[in-house]
């Protein structure tokens, strides 16, 4: 599993510190956002290297579906299906709980690992 911001993973293919080669899955949370945020470019070049000759599930995940993630969705993916659409105060799933947990920096990363493994 690795998880990145997409200027974190480009960082990264330029170092050839990271290799992708063996990536089957790829999902993009928050797509609508790091498109707004500037990363237009880095999740084109991240999407571009994950597809030369290589096959793999990619799934989006957007609050919102505005033009640039559906051009994402289909020149990147294959036969893209849009799941649902829900309305802004719809509740989605009321026997989902939702938890927040507030952590020391310096813990973050063991109590990350700590949530992992459960």
Known sequence: ???GTPGRVMDHLGRRTL?????????LDEA?????LGF???VDKILRYLTQGRSRQTLLFSATFPPPIKRL?????HHPQHIST???NQVVNATCRQEY???IDRTRFGTLCEFLVR
Do not use: R, W
């Open 86 to 88: 829900i309305e802004a």
């Open 19 to 27: 290799d992708l080669t063996a990536v089957e899955f790829l999902v």
């Open 73 to 77: 969705a289909s020149k990147y993916m």
């Open 101 to 103: 947990y507030a952590v």
């Open 32 to 36: 609508d956002e790091m498109l707004d």
């Open 1 to 3: 599993m690795i998880v």
């Open 40 to 42: 237009q470019e880095d």
